[in-house]
């Protein structure tokens, strides 16, 4: 059985830095391809940055690139998402997702989903 158990999130200002956590369970880290996602209110759930199986290294979407950093460690199955300038727009909950393929770019292909993370940040 996999889990997936997010940490971190919280209120913060204009600028401001956060890390979430995650945590998998059940197999290696490895063999999955990682994700962190975001919802805001309103809108479509986006991709935010993903770490391929087959890749390796993460990827942004444009509107991070530059502030956020993914990272993974294959030791304790954990990954992390540094936040930093953050802005009103990063609001909403964050979600950490794992599939058991080789690459994955849509919410639909990821199997394991963590319970949710609120980001506020405030103007």
């Known amino acids: 059985q996999v889990t997936v158990v997010e940490s971190g999130g919280g209120l913060v200002q204009t600028g401001d830095s956060l890390t979430l956590s995650c945590e998998l369970s059940g197999r290696p880290l490895d063999v999955y391809t990682v994700a962190w996602f975001r919802q805001a209110p309103g809108k479509e759930r986006e991709l935010v940055a993903t770490?391929?199986?087959?890749?390796?290294?993460?990827q942004y979407a444009n509107s991070v690139q530059g502030r956020f950093t993914m990272s993974a460690d294959n030791a304790d199955n954990k990954i992390a998402l540094e936040m930093t300038s953050l802005k009103p727009d990063d609001t909403a909950v964050y979600y950490c997702a794992a599939a058991f393929r080789a690459y994955a770019n849509n919410a639909n292909e990821y199997e394991y989903w963590g319970q949710g993370a609120q980001v506020t940040v405030s103007s």
């Open positions: 770490i391929a199986r087959i890749r390796g290294h993460p």
